[in-house]
């Protein structure tokens, strides 16, 4: 997600990459499996891995969750002070709106 991979470029072999990192290839994997699930390289039967794309909706549904996660104590700050929802909105508003 940092860029320093492009899209459709090769990923090292599991056993490859193991043994570069002195671990279980069944830990990476799992990895992989991880990543292929959540959309972030392909795997094709026969010629490896490849990065994907960018998963727009992963990465927008991430941000998301950090959001409300940060929301959340937005609120509890607000209630906790006699913030007024209003007052909080506002802001918000302010903010968003810059």
Do not use: C, W
Request: no cysteine.
């Amino acid at each position: 997600m940092d860029g320093t991979l492009s899209a459709g470029e090769a990923l090292p072999s599991m056993r490859a990459l193991a043994k570069d990192l002195h671990i279980s290839v069944i830990t990476v994997q799992r990895a992989y499996e991880d990543l292929t699930r959540d959309g972030f390289i392909e795997t094709v039967s026969g010629k490896g891995s490849f990065v994907a794309s960018q998963n727009r909706e992963f990465i927008q549904e991430e941000q998301l969750r950090i959001a409300e996660d940060l929301l959340q104590k937005v609120a509890e700050i607000g209630r906790s002070h006699g913030i007024s929802l209003k007052q909080m909105t506002n802001i918000l508003k302010l903010f968003y709106e810059e």
